[in-house]
């Protein structure tokens, strides 16, 4: 198996990565929301644009 940041060998310790870097970098995208699974459930779609409404500061008039 290799890693699945940098495809070098997994080392026993940080699988399925390769080092604590790469595992480290794996985090910060699950985070970030560098990762997401996309839906089409209109639920969601409602949800999210809800949350994005609520994360815009208002327009200055």
Aim: contains cysteine.
């Amino acid at each position: 198996m290799s890693c699945p940041i940098c495809a070098k060998q997994t080392d026993k310790a940080y699988r399925p990565f390769c080092s604590r870097r790469c595992a480290d970098l794996d985090l910060g995208k699950w985070l970030t929301g560098a990762y997401a699974v996309p839906s089409q459930d209109p639920d969601d779609i409602e949800e999210a644009a809800r949350l994005g409404t609520e994360d815009t500061p208002p327009k200055p008039h």
